[in-house]
């Protein structure tokens, strides 16, 4: 064998050793987040590389999980939790997931493409419980329960650390909301809550069954959030009626976060008559009985009807943050119009205005963007799109409930327009102001 050849030899030896090195690697840190960040693998990032994106972030945790390690050794505990996780991580991943890190008996992952990939993956999340559960029972070992947290947003996903040790991370306020909304299925004893920015995410979301159960105040943040119920992992008979009783649910809330505390309390007791297996339902029931002995109305986010416009949400366009303010102040006509003189020719004439006024605004700021080389244009399109989707069916809301349930209308109006809207142009709309400042910057830097 002459010199290049065992040059050539040691290349390949080395090239296999490198690559079984970071063949190891990857089982500890996600390879897809730093192809994310257009990164080839782990050699080729540093600290500080990051990619701003949209996702959705699971957060998912085994119910009393303290109390079953109590009754295992050590060994047991991680040989449960491994089997466990076993079950969870190929479903994830199988749904376009990326497992960011395991916290004990936790896991929080990243749904990169779509709000859909996530909750799909949620409910298959669920549906694997079930079948691994089955066999728990059958090898006569109890079975275990989770709660999962969905939450869509922008957030940056990147390399932090030292120079001695880096991991991948994202940050987001994003984030903790999801862990928030998780720790929510505990109090309404559901295993699957979603956040409104991700049932907003979806594509269609008639596809799934989705309820609103509450709505979220998140620290440092002024409008509540709400959150919603998906509940097609539940058993065949309790999804069915849920579904069959939908309507009656939700006029039983919205009496409720309204302070009509006592027809609330009629309502779902007629709700339990029939469906008495609802978690949910027997949650707002004890609330409803404890207001009438106390007076304390238990909320984490008041219905107020307030969509009013303060300096705090100018995005910087003169053109877009007018618009804003008039669609704020059209808004909160309608609001009064509803609560006060239930002048349905006014209201049919106000929506209609509305619809119209939206299309032109969205029109106008997409247009800006656009103009501007905004990088998430696309995303403000599509959320555009689907809140026009979503007032449409609002719409037929105005046209059944103004006589017979205003105050479920009134609910609608606060958890569908005013609370997105806010959110929109707290959130997203806001993102691009600060975009526009930036490039103003950069202009003036080079000049």
């Not at 395991?102 to 990243?110: H, N």
């Not at 997203?428 to 102001?433: N, R, V, Y």
Request: proline share 3%; glycine share 8%.
């Amino acid at each position: 064998m002459n010199n290049d050849e065992l040059a050539q030899g040691d290349d390949n030896a080395g090239s296999a050793s490198m690559d079984a090195v970071i063949a190891s690697y990857s089982r500890f840190v996600p390879q897809e987040a730093f192809r994310l960040m257009g990164k080839r693998g782990v050699t080729n990032v540093s600290l500080g590389d990051h990619v701003e994106k949209r996702m959705t972030i699971l957060f998912s945790d085994i119910r009393d999980f303290s109390a079953l390690s109590e009754e295992m050794t050590p060994r047991e505990t991680f040989v449960f939790i491994n089997e466990y996780l076993n079950q969870m991580a190929p479903i994830i991943a199988g749904n376009g997931g990326i497992i960011d890190k395991y916290m004990g008996d936790g896991i929080m992952a990243l749904f990169p493409a779509t709000a859909d990939d996530a909750l799909h993956g949620a409910i298959a999340m669920l549906e694997q419980l079930a079948a691994y559960n089955a066999a728990r029972r059958r090898a006569g070992v109890a079975p275990v329960a989770i709660g999962i947290g969905l939450n869509t947003g922008l957030m940056m996903l990147g390399i932090v650390g030292g120079r001695h040790r880096m991991e991948s991370t994202v940050v987001s306020d994003a984030v903790n909301v999801a862990a928030r909304i998780e720790s929510m299925t505990k109090n309404y004893g559901v295993p699957l809550l979603i956040s409104e920015h991700t049932y907003y995410g979806l594509e269609d979301a008639s596809h799934h069954d989705i309820r609103f159960i509450d709505r979220v105040r998140v620290k440092g943040k002024t409008q509540p959030q709400s959150v919603h119920e998906v509940f097609d992992a539940d058993p065949p008979e309790l999804r069915a009626a849920k579904s069959a009783t939908k309507a009656l649910f939700g006029e039983a809330l919205a009496h409720y976060h309204f302070k009509d505390v006592a027809r609330a309390l009629e309502l779902l007791t007629e709700y339990l008559r029939q469906v008495p297996g609802d978690t949910v339902a027997r949650v707002y029931h004890g609330r409803c009985r404890r207001f009438l002995d106390t007076g304390y109305h238990e909320s984490t986010g008041e219905m107020d009807l307030r969509i009013g416009w303060d300096d705090s949400l100018l995005v910087g366009h003169t053109g877009i943050d007018a618009q804003h303010r008039e669609l704020f102040r059209r808004i909160a006509d309608f609001v009064d119009a509803v609560r006060k003189d239930h002048d349905y020719a006014q209201i049919q004439e106000m929506t209609a205005f509305l619809d119209e006024y939206i299309v032109h605004h969205f029109k106008a700021e997409e247009q800006c963007m656009a103009e501007a080389g905004y990088p998430f244009l696309s995303l403000q399109q599509e959320q555009h799109r689907r809140f026009r989707a979503h007032f449409d069916g609002f719409k037929e809301e105005v046209e059944n409930n103004l006589n017979d349930h205003p105050t479920f209308l009134l609910f609608r109006t606060q958890v569908l327009v005013i609370d997105w809207l806010m959110h929109h142009v707290a959130k997203l709309d806001k993102h691009f102001g600060k975009f526009l400042r930036q490039e103003r910057e950069n202009t003036i830097e080079s000049a």
